[in-house]
């Protein structure tokens, strides 16, 4: 069972999240947070394997909540957003949240995300993805692990399959690419995050759009 904790502040809207959830038959809601105070808290009683973030919350907002759950290791972090990025969504993405889904995502694709999360993977709405890339070409927010030299860190293994994040790619898609097992990649993938001290591959994406790999 993947147990999620739902965050959100507006009832109607977390009631409606954890109906979805609750239908899948690998799938357990074990708490309902209606700040991201009261996220925290929960995250750390509860131990989640996944937190559905709101990003704007009374008392805590959901960036600042989403860093302490990731920094403290209680649980991955999908985060949950409008179609109008700003900088809750950036600020998010520092913090190393796992994805990022838009509040309109039907249930199918809702569930494929936190599955997919859950699984170690990351994942970006699509339309969240355009926004970020056209973001980032316009203005480019450059922090201190931007800098090209950080690369000399990776094998070149390594640095291909930052290549990869930065496209997108799922770890299978990584595999079918470069011609290596997905376990393999995961593998990669966890020793890339390391070297470079980043905490998700959205991160790591990020970084390798940034660095123009």
């Known amino acids: 069972m993947i147990r999620v904790l739902v965050a959100e502040d507006q009832s109607a809207v977390r009631a409606g999240l954890v109906l979805i959830l609750n239908s899948a038959p690998d799938v357990e809601v074990v708490g309902e947070a209606a700040d991201g105070e009261q996220a925290v808290a929960l995250a750390r009683e509860l131990r989640p394997d996944l937190v559905l973030m709101d990003v704007q919350m009374p008392r805590l907002d959901g960036v600042a909540a989403t860093r302490i759950v990731v920094?403290?290791?209680?649980?991955?972090?999908?985060?949950?957003?409008?179609f109008d990025l700003d900088e809750y969504v950036f600020g998010a993405l520092r913090a190393g949240a796992a994805g990022f889904l838009l509040k309109n995502t039907d249930a199918k694709d809702l569930l494929t995300a936190v599955r997919t999360v859950a699984g170690g993977a990351g994942i970006v709405a699509p339309a969240v993805t355009r926004r970020l890339i056209a973001e980032f070409a316009a203005k480019p927010v450059?922090?201190?692990?931007?800098?090209?030299?950080?690369?000399?860190?990776?094998?070149?293994?390594?640095?291909?399959?930052?290549?990869?994040?930065?496209?997108?790619?799922?770890?299978?898609?990584v595999a079918e690419q470069l011609d290596m097992a997905e376990a393999t990649v995961k593998t990669h993938v966890s020793r890339l995050l390391g070297k470079l001290g980043l905490r998700s591959r959205v991160q790591a994406a990020v970084l390798a759009q940034e660095l123009g790999i």
């Open 142 to 173: 450059r922090e201190p692990g931007a800098d090209p030299a950080v690369l000399r860190e990776l094998t070149r293994r390594e640095r291909e399959v930052l290549s990869c994040l930065g496209q997108g790619l799922s770890n299978a898609a």
């Open 71 to 82: 920094g403290e290791r209680l649980a991955d972090v999908l985060v949950l957003t409008t």
